[in-house]
């Protein structure tokens, strides 16, 4: 899929912005604090109505005032989607081609983005439930019923944590309660299992290649670590087996409520013992994959947003990374040193420059 276009009214720093993508590489130039990450950050928002920051949605709105507005036209396969969203003090309102959506849940990926910032990088030092969250919102997005189950799973979750706070194990209707939630608290975490499981053997058969051919390293793996397997049985008989923990802890401890996602170069973890170019090279690596997977998944490539993400590599790896754009997949990329591009790929792109939320033709 395409944007096309985009217009921002009173968003960030911007008052009025409307600026026309081509289908491959666009390219957006400026200074530190011109609104490069801000337009990248807006094409985010009409895809999935809030930031990739974790950042408040009042955020949003220019100082000093009291509404943000973004459009956007998005040209997908078989459709064309005028996208809009109004952010003011009651709210956000999201229309699909001109009629009002009031379920946030029905507009969401109808435009599917992937992207890449500063801020993607610290999935790797933060806790598990990060990588949960970033992982769900993959899945979900090549997925609809991952997210569904998910929110099952969640529930039944919610209401055995409950119980366990209350449960007395000598009496028998308790028991028999214990059961019944444990057999549904099976069969979803079972499911997410193997979501989840398959979901990393998939971007595994991209990774590696991706990482190797930026930066001549091969051995970048993603794990999926669970305290589970897919076996029905194992995790009854784990669940009985804890019980007495889970009771004293008033949790839940088995299950995929406490999985992780780790990156393992070589087998060492990526983590504890990568340098920054390589925990850079390997989320960008992540990001191609993402979009490989979900062309190949969907049948339609997402749009590739990719902010200043040249610092920390050298010379080869830029130009690598560059090499790896493919040109079915529309890309978005900004930078603050137009040399980061070399001439060949520069010349081919739509290039723009960004000046104090203004925007001009690129050199
Ligand atoms: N709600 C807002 N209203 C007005 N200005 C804002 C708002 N939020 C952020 N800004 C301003 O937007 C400017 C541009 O920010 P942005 O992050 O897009 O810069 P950038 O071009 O990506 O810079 P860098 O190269 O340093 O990453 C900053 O000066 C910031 O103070
Ligand atoms: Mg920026």
Redesign the pocket.
Known sequence: MKIKNIRLK????YDNLNISFCDNLNIII????????????AIYVLAVTKSFLSINDH???????KC?FIEGLIEKKNSTLDLEILLNDNGKFVKINHKEIKKLSEYISKMNVIIFS?DSIRMLKESPSTRRKYFNIQISQINKRYLKMLTDYNIILRQRNEFLKIIDMNKKTDTDYLEIINDKYVDLSLKIYNFRDEYVKNINSYLGNMFFSITGFDGLKLKYISNIDNSRDNLLEKLNKNINKEIQYKMTLIGPNRDDFCFYLNDKNLSLYGSQGQMRSAIIALKMSEVFLFTDKVGDSPILLL??MFSELDINKRNNILANLTHDVQTII?T?DIDNINENIRKKANVYE?KD?KLFPGK
Do not use: P
Not at 30 to 41: C, I, R, S, V
């Open positions: 009173n968003y960030r720093n400026g200074d530190n604090a011109q609104g490069k990450t801000n337009l990248l950050e955020n949003l709105i220019k100082f000093g005032n943000s500063a902010d200043d900004t603050t960004i939320g």
